[in-house]
């Protein structure tokens, strides 16, 4: 005997495909704890989740490109998110956003992206800023945005120093995370260069394809120890093979980082 069954009967209906969607933020970190959610008080992340969650009526997940440590700033900061929303005005969106962040965030950009999109795992590099006042006093209009070291510098040491560092290296040395024994430590420094912008005041601008945890910050530490003769050249040029962290120069603090373009 032949059984005739009918197919269409197992076909079995599929979840609508989530949206991805990616948005490029800017935020004054001041007074916030950083990027990542945390118990201990507000956060980028937090802030973009519950207006996200409210406007949505959904629980939302967010990935950033960059977690970004208390009192760090950012230009372009990229996250994303999966929505099961299907229609979505995006423009109307991006206001309804900036609506319910408070002040100090704002959402510069948002767009569709294809569903494998993920900010961290597909970026290229990054590039940040770094902003150092040497005179004896800093401008009120600064102090949130710039490192006061009062202290006479040397733009050509510090150049010469820099030239040390850029290339594909073992960044242990400019790590403050501890045991790196499960961590790729290699990364590549496409260009680290410091101009002076005004008198009294220098722009670190680095480049590269990865970023140890405060590698920046650590970076910019050495480099200003070298221009106030703090490090000797020679000393700079032996500080990779160290590995170690104690040799390198001051953490530089977090209000005068940038985070200003991720590259894809």
């Known amino acids: 005997m032949i059984f005739i069954i009918n197919v269409e009967l197992f076909i079995f209906p599929t979840k609508k495909q989530m949206k991805n969607i990616k948005l490029l933020l800017s935020y004054d970190g001041t007074g916030l704890l950083g990027w990542q959610k945390t118990p201990l008080g507000p956060t980028v992340e937090q802030h973009l989740e519950n207006a996200l969650s409210k406007i949505l009526q959904e629980k939302i997940k967010l990935q950033a490109a960059s977690r970004t440590d208390a009192g760090v700033h950012a230009e372009g900061q990229v996250i994303n998110f999966f929505t099961e929303k299907q229609k979505i005005d995006l423009e109307k969106l991006q206001k309804s956003i900036n609506a319910l962040l408070p002040p100090q965030i704002a959402a510069l950009l ?57 290339g594909t290296h073992d960044f242990s040395t400019f790590c403050n995370e501890l045991p790196l024994s499960k961590k790729n430590p290699i990364c590549t420094l496409n260009s680290l260069k410091i101009e002076q912008i005004e008198e009294n005041r220098f722009c670190f601008k680095v480049e590269g394809d990865r970023f140890l945890f405060r590698m920046v910050r650590n970076l910019v530490g050495t480099l200003a120890y070298a221009g106030a003769e703090k490090l000797e050249l020679s000393e700079i040029s ?12 001051v953490t530089a603090p977090a209000h005068g980082l940038h985070l200003m373009k991720v590259f894809y």
Not at 139 to 155: A, E, G, Q, T
Not at 239 to 249: C, I, S, V, Y
């Open 110 to 166: 948002i767009e569709e992206m294809p569903q494998d999109f993920h900010p961290t795992l597909n970026n290229r590099g990054k590039e940040y800023r770094y902003f150092l006042c040497n005179e004896s006093f800093q401008k009120p209009k600064h102090r949130l945005f710039s490192w006061h070291f009062p202290y006479p510098l040397d733009l050509e040491k510090m150049e010469a120093a820099a030239l040390y560092l850029v």
């Open 238 to 249: 032996s500080l990779l093979e160290t590995r170690k962290r104690k040799f390198a120069g």
